[in-house]
């Protein structure tokens, strides 16, 4: 049989760099891929991109891969930040990353990969893995505090196919300890937090520089001016840290949160109490869908999460339009919030998802 050729997404971090030992190590003929997704220009304090290459390179070197580069700026500017910033406009919080998965790794990279470098498979460092009953399907990946399914629910039969997840069945510390023995740069390396491109630190400054922000009040649910926001952009539902609302005289001491965007009066709306009823939904509207089999979702009971890291919530859910599904869960979710996705399981089958459109208080 002859070797098999696969194409590493090497992102310089622990993750990529210990897949592309262990495959190497199962035999496979290994190239490792750099993508650069984020053109230099004065964002440079933003992008860790050139450390990242270097030590890309660095791991390349010492498990002897040869490490090529690409440059997919134009089609994530086009694909993912396009619509990045049109979500934001639109006062929803949109997940960069699941659009990243979905138009760059698993179809840019992918397609290169499998054209231009004659690959047999891609891989990437992601905590997932895969299962062959009739076709190729995602499951969650074997670390609970790891599991990375929820942005990858938009992938197909044909490109769980085309993937390989080789830290998918192995626990981060386990990673960790690979990448230290063997002596890679990248072993102690701190994981990546928010955007592909740039660290949650900085985010609302570089919000700024492309949708201009606008301040207004921060109003409670009776309707009272208690604040002032500097950009609805830069707020999310259930968000309890930064409103800035100082302690107030006659109000108890429960924290803030916010429960509600007024988008077309600037306002942003406050409760008390993380439970509060403003805050919570019953059940939802997601369009956009991607399911794994590319079918019209079968009515039934499943589990959903409506963010990452969020634990698996019972529900019914079902196909109520061409592209939507209305998801009923078992109690009462606190923020769920539009523009994040909406991602369904079976058991350790993650069957695809959609993006939350809405979110219903009644039913
Ligand atoms: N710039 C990049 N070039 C090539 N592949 C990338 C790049 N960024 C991410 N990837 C691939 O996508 C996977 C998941 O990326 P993510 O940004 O979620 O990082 P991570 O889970 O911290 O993994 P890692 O430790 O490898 O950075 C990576 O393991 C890698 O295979």
Redesign the pocket.
């Known amino acids: 049989m002859s070797t098999k050729k696969v194409v590493?997404?090497?992102?310089?971090?622990?993750?990529?760099?210990?897949?592309a030992y262990l495959l190497k190590e199962q035999g496979y003929d290994v190239v490792?891929?750099?993508?650069?997704?984020w053109e230099e220009d004065d964002t440079d304090t933003y992008c860790s991109?050139a450390a990242?290459?270097a030590d890309?390179r660095a791991v390349c070197e010492k498990i002897g891969i040869e490490l090529k580069t690409?440059n997919f700026a134009a089609e994530y500017w086009d694909r993912v930040f396009e619509n990045f910033l049109s979500e934001y406009s639109a006062g929803r919080t949109p997940n960069p990353?699941i659009l990243c998965?979905k138009e760059i790794?698993f179809k840019a990279?992918l397609d290169y990969a499998m054209e231009d470098l004659e690959a047999d498979y891609i891989?990437?460092?992601?905590?997932v893995q895969r299962t062959f009953d009739e076709k190729p399907k995602l499951l969650r990946g074997t670390d609970p505090n790891?599991d990375?399914s929820y942005?990858l629910y938009t992938l197909s039969h044909e490109q769980i196919g085309k993937s390989l997840f080789p830290?998918g069945d192995i626990i981060k510390p386990k990673v960790r300890e690979i990448a230290s023995k063997l002596g890679l740069v990248?072993a102690a390396?701190k994981?990546?937090t928010g955007i592909?491109f740039i660290g949650e630190k900085r985010f609302n400054e570089f919000l700024s520089r492309f949708i201009p922000a606008k301040g207004g009040d921060i109003v409670t649910v009776d309707g009272e001016v208690i604040g002032k926001h500097d950009g609805l952009m830069y707020h999310t539902l259930g968000q309890r840290k930064g409103l800035r609302i100082g302690g107030r005289k006659d109000g108890s001491d429960e924290p803030w949160y916010v429960v509600d965007k007024d988008l077309e009066h600037n306002v942003l709306i406050v409760a008390q109490g993380h439970n509060h009823p403003r805050l919570m939904s019953k059940a939802l509207i997601a369009t956009n869908l991607c399911f794994t089999n590319r079918e019209p979702l079968k009515a039934g009971r499943y589990t959903v999460k409506t963010r990452y890291r969020q634990p698996d919530i019972p529900c019914y859910a079902e196909q109520t339009g061409d592209d939507q599904i209305k998801v009923v869960f078992d109690h009462d979710v606190a923020a769920v919030t539009p523009g994040q996705s909406a991602v369904l399981y079976n058991g350790e089958e993650c069957l695809g998802g959609g993006i939350i459109e809405q979110r219903l208080q009644n039913i």
């Open positions: 590493v997404g090497m992102s310089g971090g622990v993750d990529s760099s210990v897949s490792g891929l750099f993508m650069k997704n991109a990242d290459l890309a690409i990353d998965n790794k990279f891989a990437t460092g992601h905590y790891k990375q942005f830290v990248t390396k994981d990546s592909c």
